[in-house]
């Protein structure tokens, strides 16, 4: 690292002596300077709003409503903490999240592996067929309504699990980047486990998801995430309280606080308290902060493999 | 997730679509290679793959019914549907439920509403990705760079249902926005019940969103320009910025015009679901759009007709200026989708 510098620095200086351009090295210079500061600014507009939340989790509400929580605690006391935690409905909840996330991401792991993987097989046949049903999905698809209507009075999933695991179990975007991993899987591996007896599925659970951790491990988090964010089907076909995921407990909850917004649940129409709020979405963010930093570069690298060579 | 034509699309949904399309083009270059395999029967290919194509009945089955039987259920729009009745509705009422929105000046003020947005918006996180990307190359320190793009990918993970939860706290009379504003000497804004402050707010909270996240496909390509070209314009003594305007630029422009292009096929489907939780009944004459507007009476006030013929609409316009865009693209710089 050290020598590396060493050798390149210099270099540079005589690049810029020999092409005449001096005086640009004082302007790029402070062209660095000025490029620094602003990314430092983006960084640092990035992360107020989570400062401010964890601020204002640990702060007294009078102090909030005086207006006086920015970057540091006021009033610091860990009671919000206890008056979330004293709600059952919150656990039950999240517990909720907890258990569609795992569902859900099984049964779209299921689907898009399984597929990407017969996809895979250049000697399919009918292979450009069944990757034009799965392509043209992205351009086309039924509206709202028409999915409505197929799910909470056809198949009658109102209040069910299935209506937020099952419908959004396949990401063409998923399927794609797996298609091209199973692609470069080396077929040698495939044609001698053949010869050793095993077949396809023998092939596919023994040899190849084995082999494939990697883009396996990148695609679960996808989903993962996914789902621990999503709100909108729960919201869209449950009104059962004890079955939302925990983003609808907090959507209510903001919902309540504003006002302004009707209040589905037909709950509690008082006014919930901004330290509550600020408690409830910093628990909620809590798993994926925690993780983020140990996974990022898997979601960087998925959406590589997917851009670079799709 | 469910809905894709209602939600909005993000980068990954760009990356989904730009891959898609060079799939497409792979597809299209295999089949026009003459191959012996095109010769083999049906019957015979059943017989030697049948566990392969086992794998293929549960994803195409889900296909059916989750994506196709929908898509044919759009039909309602122009069929009445009675609760109960046939999925695919009742009778046959032509144009009924098309008219009745287009006579609508409800509908016309949310469809305005849309494209104002939309095309805020697009202006806004469109070349801001880009810039970023530009400042971020320009970085020499490997490490510095990294923690940027960390710290700059973060917000793309939040749920929607956060990120309105921070836009509310931020912006509330008592949050940090007010008190800038106060410390400066204005009189604190009640800003998510002033008409006038929506689209700025929107807008702000998808730049926050989207934009560190946008930068991840511009990265890609900017470590495919060859070096050597940058070489040659330092031999020929163009300066950084003449580097960045004729080399760099030049570079990533078949990677924008990709995005430019899917950007602008979203265009009408603006964040539905950030819509949907920002909005309050205040704020309708400007932050009430076609997606939401199409929720409501369609789903809330269980017009299913006439909210899916609002939908099919909408989903015309944006297949059709995505085939706009894409022709334009081609025409002038050459590069396109398909």
């Known amino acids: ?42 960084c640092a507009v990035t992360l107020y709003p989570f400062v401010n939340l964890v601020a204002k989790a640990f702060s007294s509400e009078g102090h909030i409503a005086a207006g006086e929580v920015n970057l540091v605690p006021r009033g ?35 689907i898009t592996s399984t597929y990407a993987y017969a996809l895979s097989k250049p000697h399919l046949k009918g292979r450009t067929f069944f990757v034009g049903i799965a392509v043209f999905t992205m351009f086309f698809s039924g509206g709202l309504i028409p999915n409505y209507i197929l799910i ?82 729960a919201f869209l076909y449950m009104d ?71 | 997730m469910t809905q894709p034509a209602a939600t909005q699309l993000t980068s990954e949904d760009h990356a989904r679509a730009a891959s898609a399309a060079r799939t497409a083009a792979a597809g299209r270059r295999r089949r026009s290679r003459p191959s012996r395999r095109a010769t083999v029967t049906w019957r015979r290919a059943i017989a030697r793959d049948w566990r392969l194509y086992t794998f293929l009945i549960v994803p195409v089955l889900f296909l059916l019914v989750f994506k196709y039987i929908p898509m044919l259920g759009n039909v309602i729009a122009f069929r009445r549907f009675r609760p109960g009745g046939s999925i695919f509705g009742d009778e046959w009422v032509g144009f009924y439920y098309f008219e009745a929105f287009i006579t609508n000046q409800q509908f016309w003020n949310v469809f305005w509403n849309t494209v104002i947005l939309g095309a805020l918006t697009l202006l806004v996180t469109f070349p801001l990705p880009i810039v970023l990307a530009l400042m971020l190359n320009e970085v020499r320190s490997r490490r ?33 926005v007010n008190q800038i504003a106060t410390a400066l000497g204005a009189d604190p804004v009640p800003f998510m019940q002033r008409p006038e402050w929506f689209r700025p707010i929107y807008v702000s909270s998808e730049v926050w969103q989207t934009v560190g996240w946008g930068t991840i ?116 710089v050459g590069t396109s989708l398909w």
Request: glycine share 6%.
């Open chain 2, 217 to 332: 496909l511009y990265l890609a390509a900017l470590t495919t320009i060859d070096d050597q070209l940058y070489e040659a314009a330092r031999v020929d003594g163009a300066n950084r910025w003449k580097q960045t305007w004729h080399i760099t630029l030049p570079g990533i422009r078949p990677m924008m015009m990709v995005l430019l292009i899917l950007n602008i096929g979203s265009f009408m489907a603006v964040g539905f679901e950030k819509v949907l939780l920002l909005q309050n009944p205040l704020v309708y004459s400007t932050g009430d759009v076609i997606a939401t507007y199409l929720y409501r009476v369609g789903i809330q006030s269980a017009q299913f007709s006439y909210g899916t013929a609002i939908g099919l609409f909408e989903a015309a316009i944006g297949l059709a200026l995505v085939l706009f865009a894409n022709t334009l693209s081609r025409r002038m």
């Open chain 1, 152 to 233: 909470a009075s056809y198949l009658g999933w109102r209040n069910s699990i299935l209506a937020v695991v099952v419908p959004g179990a396949l990401s063409v975007f998923n399927l794609l980047v797996m298609k091209s991993f199973f692609e470069n899987f080396p077929t040698e591996l495939e044609e001698a486990a053949a010869i050793d007896g095993l077949t396809t599925y023998g092939i596919f659970f023994r040899i190849v998801l084995p082999l494939s951790k990697a883009v396996l491990a990148t695609m679960t988090l996808f989903y993962a995430v996914g789902h621990w964010n999503s709100w909108f089907s």
């Open chain 1, 1 to 42: 690292m050290v020598t590396e510098d060493l050798s390149r620095k210099p270099d540079l200086a005589h690049v810029r002596r020999e092409t005449g351009v001096i005086r640009e090295s004082l302007g790029y210079r402070v062209f660095r300077v000025v490029n620094v500061t602003v990314l430092l600014l983006v």
């Open chain 1, 240 to 310: 059962d309280k004890s079955l939302f995921p925990v983003t609808v407990y907090l959507r209510n909850l903001i919902a309540a606080a504003t006002g302004t917004q009707e209040i589905t649940d037909g709950g509690e129409a008082a006014q919930v308290a901004s330290n509550i709020q600020a408690v409830t979405m910093l628990l909620t963010v809590l798993p994926i902060i925690c993780l983020y930093p140990f996974i990022q570069r898997y979601f960087v690298s998925g959406v590589m493999l997917g851009s670079v060579k799709g």
């Open chain 2, 144 to 176: 510095f760079k990294r923690i940027v793009q960390t710290i700059s990918y973060l917000p793309h993970f939040m749920s929607i249902v956060i990120v309105v939860g921070l836009v509310l706290q931020l912006t509330s009379l008592n949050g940090t």
């Open chain 1, 76 to 110: 610091f006391n860990f009671d919000t903490f206890q008056v979330v935690f004293a709600d059952e409905l919150f656990w039950t909840n999240y517990a909720n999240t907890v258990l569609y996330t795992i569902v859900g991401t099984a049964i779209a792991m299921a």
